[in-house]
């Protein structure tokens, strides 16, 4: 993977809603192998970020260079596997907030998940999905320090 | 004493023998060299070298046969008889033009054959007639048995030669020169054998005998013109032959500049090839001489090729390649005969233009989806198939809403690339053996093959508004368009293309009616509302055209004096079958259709020249469209109509509703003002209803408020409602503005206003609206009142 040109580094976050069939394991498989798919694609276009899937619902940042995420969303947008798609941040950035690895996948506990699906009732969508979104930041800060342990790439 | 001498056996002077061959050979090369260039020369040239080469031809057996003689030492004194021996040569002459004459460019074999006696003649009189004139002091007797064989076997041997020499094929043709060759030794040889010469001293030459010295010099000279016409012939030929070199070399120019690959060829083999064919087939220059085109065209009998005729073929490079080519075989005369030239046309150029053109013309070149024809023609084969066994299959008609937002705000460039984007995720929603097609603009349609129900076709619209609905993320902007879709299923909704794409299409209407984003399928119902529509609309066409409308007039009247000052024109429709139409059936879709512009302009004119011949107090009030305002002449065409009416400016009102004042608010206010300025009223209808916004009434001081009538319905028993219309009463009267209250329909209602301080009141307690006639005696009897 290049190093991204700090001039056109684009970042963009959406939240969605799992449509894969099947029970709780099932899903589970389902999303290892998506990441892992999306972790090739994503390094192959010089895209970087992070997904955090508590089932039902998903989050993911994509940051790169401008042309290589609006390529990368326009896939996702064309995918069945999820609906309800809504964009939550979209814009230039000055530097990668999500890593720098192809596709950081989080997986929270019960609690976290729990946190994520809590604001669905009375508070603004848009604000969910902030909350989800700072939910996945914190989560990926914890697994820094070690206190959370997230999937990552086998190195 | 008696001497017998025979000629072959006498010895010969040697060195005249081989200055005879010499000149033999000297002379039949000039002889020849000149034939050929004069067969080269055309014309008159062509006659004169001929000629020279016949010349040529018979002195060279002339001078061969006297130097031969000369060399003849037959041990007496010998002379020649100068008659005979001139007479020999031109015979010889005359005798080898005459069969080159008979012979020239003749297919005929007897007269070739002819032509080959006529020159056995002419030699063999050369031979005998020289041997006539050779005086000896002696006599001379023949073999007449010799003579008659070798003569006959000679002239056939003539013939022969002559008859081989046009043949068409090679071997025959080299057999002529030894067979001719052959001919004259027999003649010669046979001739010579034949004679006898006997030494008589007592026969001495006769006095006109030349001697062998005498004659010797003419020979010489002879042979000498002989010598220098070869040099001349060597030369013709070698300068022939370097223009032939360069003949060659500017045709293989122009062979390699040929686009089409060349190739000559001797049966199965190339001779030589064009460099285009070079580089055709990958190879390196002169690589393909001596290949078989077998190897190059495998699979293509080229002898069996007719002429001029194309073949298609495939040509196999020196990678192994293959390149679809066109093959044309001819025979041209090329050098000494016929050869076989190959043109070769490489057809990939023209394969990918054509696989380019019917792409182009079948698909769109923005998505690469199918376009409109294509889509039409996959349908029609589709119905044709499924009609026969009854199967299902559906059309979806969708657009973009909002797409003209996008175009228009982010410009076309991006409005292509959303387009783009739209095919993707439209195919991405599709079943494997569905086809979506863009029709134009925003218009998609999709072809679902054998849903299992309607549900599936549901199902499938559902992932189309699913996907369409999602953000665009376009250079950065998140772009939100959505789909609507509309849907109608084979064979219940129809079954030609045409039904099926036009049902849906009405879907697709209903759909974005409904609310954008959504899905509909055809329903029989939303066909007959349709065609009730456009019956009405075919009608109304009719009816401007036919002039089925009439005004109707509702008086106002002053609310403190009770006198009218005013009337409302009012159109009606009187529809030859269905009556009087209201308003509201028709002006809606004279809006939409664009017939309001006629429509209005009609009434506009009426409602002037019948308000012209009124009293003069009562104004005339005439409503106009929203419509109306889009056009910029509207001024004019109101200033148009007064004048033609002769109304005065001041006794016309024109009402508009705050509709006018939505849609470009800087151009509907200029024409209002222009309006006013010819001195016409302006009133504000309808007001209370809508957005009513108060800053309508700043931005335009309106002559007149009409108080909409829904407020005067509930009076005066509703308090919000009389408290409503107190205050826009007060509103309108501190705006120096004239209050209309509309829809007064009670005395109760009457009272209620008038102490309100309205100005003027409008509605079925006054009048309903009326006829033009009854209007005018309405009027007659209320000022009798």
Known sequence: MTAPDPTDLFRIVYRSRSALPGDAEAVRQAVSALVAASRCRNAQAGVTGALLFAAPHVVQALEGPAAAVEATFDRICCDLRHVDIEVVECGPVLELAFGEGALSHVVPDAADGAMLARPENGIEPADAAAAAMKLMLTLLQLAETGRVAPSRPAA | ?785
Not at chain 2, 146 to 172: D, H, I, N, Q
Not at chain 2, 179 to 192: D, E, K, S, T, Y
Not at chain 2, 531 to 546: C, G, N, P, T, Y
């Open chain 2, 1 to 785: 004493m008696r001497s017998v001498y025979t000629c072959l056996t006498e010895a010969h002077d040697h060195r005249l023998i081989l200055l005879a061959a010499g000149i033999c050979i000297v002379g039949v090369y000039g002889s020849f060299s000149v034939a050929a260039h004069a067969a080269r020369s055309e014309g008159r040239a062509a006659w004169i070298w001929g000629a020279a080469s016949v010349v040529a031809s018979g002195c060279t057996a002339w001078a061969t046969h006297m130097v031969a003689l000369l060399a003849f030492r037959p041990g007496m004194d010998a002379g020649f008889e100068p008659t005979l021996t001139a007479l020999s040569l031109l015979v010889a002459v005359g005798g080898i033009g005459i069969s080159i004459g008979l012979a020239i460019g003749q297919r005929d074999r007897i007269r070739r054959f002819a032509a080959g006696l006529a020159l056995g003649a002419s030699v063999a009189a050369l031979h005998y007639l020289g041997e006539a004139s050779y005086l000896v002091t002696g006599s001379v007797t023949w073999d007449p048995v010799l003579v008659a064989v070798s003569l006959a076997v000679s002239l056939l041997l003539f013939g022969t030669a002559l008859l081989v020499a046009g043949e068409r094929r090679r071997p025959w043709r080299r057999a002529a020169a030894p067979l001719l060759l052959a001919g004259i030794a027999i003649l010669h040889v046979g001739g010579m054998a034949a004679m006898t010469l006997v030494f008589d001293p007592e026969r001495p030459l006769p006095p006109q005998a030349v001697a062998p010295e005498a004659i010797g010099p003419v020979v010489a000279g002879v042979s000498l013109a002989l010598l220098t016409l070869a040099m001349v012939g060597l030369r013709l030929t070698l300068s022939a032959r370097a223009q032939a070199r360069r003949d060659q070399e500017r045709l293989r120019e122009l062979a390699n500049l040929a686009v089409e690959g060349l190739a000559v060829c001797d049966g199965e083999m190339i001779k030589t090839a064009n460099r285009s064919l070079e580089r055709l087939s990958g190879l390196a220059a002169g690589a393909l001489d001596g290949r078989r085109l077998s190897d190059l065209l495998p699979g293509l009998a080229v002898t069996a090729l007719p002429e001029r005729e194309e073949r298609e073929a495939e040509l196999v490079g020196a990678d192994g390649q293959r390149v679809p080519v066109r093959v044309v075989r001819s025979e041209v005369p090329l050098g000494s005969g016929l050869q076989t030239v190959l043109a070769i046309r490489d057809q990939r150029e023209r394969l990918r233009t054509e696989s380019r053109m019917r792409i182009l013309a079948y698909s769109d070149a923005l998505t690469g989806l199918p376009n409109r024809a294509r889509f039409h023609d996959l349908l029609a084969g589709h119905a044709e198939a499924c009609g026969a066994g009854n199967r299902a299959f559906a059309v979806l008609a969708l657009d973009l809403d909002r797409f003209k937002l996008v175009n228009d705000t982010l410009g076309h460039g991006l409005g292509d690339v959303l387009l783009r984007k739209t095919a993707r995720r439209l195919t991405a929603a599709l079943g494997p053996r569905d086809v979506v097609a863009r029709l134009g603009g925003d218009e998609f349609a999709v072809l679902q093959v054998a849903p299992t129900g309607p549900e599936a076709v549901q199902a499938l619209a559902t992932r189309i508004i699913e996907l369409v609905g999602r953000p665009f993320l376009i250079e950065g902007q998140l772009v939100n368009v959505g789909a609507s879709v509309g849907a109608a299923l084979a064979p219940a909704d129809g079954l030609t293309p045409g039904d099926l794409l036009r049902n849906a299409d009405l879907a697709l209407y209903k759909a974005k009616a409904d609310g954008k984003g959504a899905f509909r399928r055809f329903d029989p119902a939303l066909e007959s509302r349709v065609q009730a529509r456009r019956s009405l609309e075919a009608d109304l066409r009719r009816a401007i055209v036919l002039q089925e409308f009439e005004l109707h007039y509702q008086p106002l009247v002053d609310a403190r004096s009770g006198r009218i000052t005013a009337a409302e024109a009012l159109v009606r429709w009187r529809h030859p079958e269905r009556g009087l139409i209201s308003p509201a059936d028709f002006i809606p879709l004279a809006e939409e259709t664009g017939l309001i512009g006629p429509l209005g302009q009609w009434v506009l004119r009426t409602a002037c020249a019948q308000a012209a011949r009124w009293p003069a107090r009562i104004r005339v009030a005439v409503n106009l469209s929203p419509v109306q305002f889009r056009d910029l002449r509207l001024a004019e065409t109101v200033k148009a109509a007064l004048a033609a009416s002769g109304l005065a400016a001041d006794r016309l009102e024109l009402e508009i509703t705050e509709g006018v004042l939505l849609a470009d608010e800087e151009r509907t206010l200029a024409t209002l003002t222009r309006l006013r300025a010819a001195g016409v009223g302006i009133s504000m209808d309808d007001f209370g209803t809508g957005y009513s916004s108060l800053s309508y009434l700043r931005r335009f001081p309106f002559d007149k408020i009409k108080v909409d009538q829904s407020f005067v319905r509930q009076l005066p028993g509703d308090a919000e409602s009389a408290t409503i219309v107190r205050a826009i009463i007060t509103l309108g009267t501190c705006l120096g503005m004239t209050i209309t209250v509309e829809g007064v329909e009670t005395a109760e209602q009457f009272a209620f206003t008038a102490a309100s301080g309205c100005d003027q009141v409008q509605g079925y307690h006054v009048s309903r609206p009326l006829p033009v006639a009854e209007f005018l005696s309405f009027v007659d009897a209320h000022e009798a009142a």
